[in-house]
């Protein structure tokens, strides 16, 4: 069993920057793909990005360009790179681990806020 615990959310002004990490509790290497993914207030939880074992990676379109993300099997951490953030980023940011279609792992969330 793999526990994943986020850390860097905060309170950041629009066009700010932000890193969350993800550090796991055992060896993310054979999880096929970790990701990020966030739940707004009212809203369902959506996939933010997700990076394979082999260092592919997939972007939501309200994210794509800048945010970034990242893994290091070695060090059993991910990472999410935010710039450019926009109030609508708004949202409980969660690690997640599994297959491509499947969520085996979750974090329990870390608070990002964007607001002036």
């Known amino acids: 069993q793999v526990q994943l615990v986020e850390s860097g959310g905060d309170l950041v002004q629009p066009g700010g920057s932000l890193r969350l990490s993800c550090a796991a509790s055992?060896?993310?290497?054979?999880?096929?793909?970790m990701g990020w993914y966030r739940q707004a207030p009212g809203k369902q939880r959506e996939l933010v990005a997700r990076?394979?074992?082999?260092?592919?990676?997939n972007y939501s379109d309200s994210v794509k360009g800048r945010f970034t993300i990242s893994r290091d099997n070695a060090k059993n951490t991910v990472s999410l790179q935010m710039n450019s953030l926009k109030p609508e980023d708004t949202a409980v940011y969660y690690c997640?681990?599994?297959?491509?279609?499947?969520?085996?792992?979750w974090g329990q969330g870390t608070q990002v806020t964007v607001s002036s």
């Open positions: 997640a681990g599994g297959g491509w279609y499947t969520i085996t792992y």
């Open positions: 055992g060896s993310i290497g054979r999880i096929y793909a």
């Open positions: 990076i394979t074992n082999d260092g592919s990676t």
